[in-house]
C-alpha cells in the first residue's frame, strides 16, 4: 500500500504569507489530512535539531504516535563542496549538522536522512554563458579551463565528505537517502555514480522524477529499475510547470503534480514494479502566487497538500486496479 508524508518545508513560512507552523503543528495539520507520515524539515523555524531538546523529541514520538503518523524522513540541505577559504572549513560543518541530524533521526525513529552532494537554488550556473563548462565556474578560469580538472576535485572532496557521513549514520542505525539534485550530481546517472563509488551500505538514493533528465516512460522505468528496491528509499512529489515566452522557457512555477510537466503515472508503476517500501513526500518549497499577483496564503498550502494526497491515493488504488 502507498505511503505519503508531509514534507513540512512547506510550513516554514518562506513562501506564504503568514507565520511559519511548529514542528507539533505540522504533525497535527499531517494526521488531520490523512498523511501516513511527516518529513521534518531540520532547519529554522521547523526543525533545527539543537532546537529541540530530548523532552521535546520525547515529546514528538508520542504526539505522531497518538495520532497514528510516523517520522518518514529528516529532511537536509547539504553543500559538500570546497569552501571558499581555507579558514571556513564549510564541509566539517555540514559533518556536525548531518550527524545531528543523525541523532535525531534515532530520537525520533525516523529511518532516513536525506542529503544533497552541493546545493544551488537555481539550476543555472552563473557563467553558464561565458563558456564555463560543467562546473568549472567553481574555481578561477584560466587557458586550461577545458581540463575541468577543479571538476573532478570537488566531485572527490565532496565524496570523502558523504562517505564519513555514511559511517556516522551506520552508528545512529539510519540511512541517507543522496537526492538527484545538482550540482554535483548534475543528474540521476551522477547519484547513482556518486552512491556506487562511495559504497557504503547506509547510503542509498532519494529518487525525484521532477530532477529525471527525461519524462520519457522508457527512460523513467530504465532509471527506476537500475537505482532498484535495495538503493531507491526517499522521494518526492512535487510539479514543476516551464514558463514560456517568446524567446523560450524563461522560467518554472511550482504546482500540483498532475498540473506539472513529469510523468507521475508511469513513475508510480515504475515504482510499483520494483517493490519500493518507502514514502511519497508531498513536498512544497516555491514561492506560490495566486490570480492577481497575490503572495499565497497559509490556506493555499492547506489545500495542496490534502488535494495531492487525495490523488496519489487515488492513483494508486487505480493502478492496483489495473485501471491504469
Known amino acids: 500500500m502507498v505511503k505519503v508524508c508531509l514534507d513540512t518545508v512547506g510550513y516554514?513560512?518562506?513562501f506564504y504569507d503568514g507565520e511559519p507552523l511548529t514542528l507539533e503543528e505540522c504533525v497535527t495539520r499531517a494526521?488531520?489530512?490523512g498523511f501516513d507520515g511527516v518529513g521534518v524539515w531540520a532547519h529554522r523555524p521547523i526543525g533545527f535539531p539543537m532546537d529541540i531538546d530530548k523532552?521535546?523529541?520525547?515529546?514528538l514520538v508520542e504526539l505522531a504516535a497518538d495520532l497514528g503518523v510516523k517520522f518518514a524522513a529528516i529532511e537536509a540541505i547539504t553543500d559538500f563542496k570546497r569552501s571558499d577559504h581555507v579558514l571556513t572549513p564549510r564541509q566539517e560543518k555540514e559533518i556536525l549538522f548531518v550527524?545531528?541530524?543523525c541523532q535525531l533521526a534515532q530520537d525520533l525513529g525516523c529511518p532516513i536522512v536525506r542529503i544533497f552532494a552541493g546545493f544551488i537554488g537555481y539550476f543555472r550556473?552563473?557563467?553558464?554563458?561565458?563558456g564555463y563548462g560543467n562546473t568549472s565556474m567553481w574555481n578561477t578560469r584560466t587557458i586550461e579551463v577545458a581540463k575541468e580538472e577543479d571538476v573532478l576535485i570537488e566531485w572527490e572532496f565532496a565524496k570523502a565528505g558523504i562517505r564519513e557521513c555514511a559511517t556516522i549514520a551506520a552508528d545512529y542505525g539510519v540511512t541517507l537517502a543522496l537526492q538527484n539534485h545538482?550540482?554535483?550530481?548534475?543528474?540521476?546517472?551522477?547519484?547513482?555514480e556518486m552512491v556506487e563509488e562511495i559504497n557504503h551500505p547506509n547510503l542509498k538514493i532519494g529518487l525525484d522524477l521532477p530532477l529525471f533528465e527525461s519524462q520519457d516512460k522508457e527512460f523513467i522505468w530504465e532509471t527506476v529499475k537500475r537505482v532498484g528496491k535495495e538503493r531507491?528509499?526517499?522521494t518526492h512529489l512535487i510539479g514543476i510547470k516551464p514558463l514560456r515566452g517568446p524567446s523560450g522557457v524563461y522560467g518554472f512555477k511550482e504546482v500540483v503534480p498532475w498540473e506539472g510537466q513529469e510523468n507521475w503515472i508511469e513513475f508510480f508503476k515504475a515504482c510499483n514494479a520494483i517493490g519500493y517500501?518507502?514514502?511519497?513526500?508531498h513536498e512544497q518549497c516555491s514561492p506560490v502566487f495566486l490570480k492577481g499577483h497575490k503572495k499565497a496564503t497559509i490556506e493555499e498550502f492547506d489545500r495542496r497538500y490534502k488535494e495531492t494526497l487525495e490523488w496519489v491515493k487515488k492513483v494508486f488504488a487505480d493502478i492496483d486496479a489495473g485501471v491504469l
Do not use: H, W
Not at 523532552?55 to 515529546?59: A, E, G, L, M, V
Not at 545538482?182 to 547513482?192: D, M
Open 277 to 281: 517500501e518507502g514514502y511519497f513526500a
Open 125 to 130: 550556473y552563473v557563467g553558464s554563458d561565458l
Open 182 to 192: 545538482p550540482p554535483l550530481t548534475n543528474n540521476t546517472e551522477e547519484t547513482i
Open 31 to 33: 494526521a488531520k489530512f
Open 99 to 101: 550527524k545531528e541530524c
Open 12 to 14: 516554514a513560512g518562506y
Open 232 to 234: 531507491m528509499v526517499d
Open 55 to 59: 523532552d521535546r523529541r520525547k515529546q
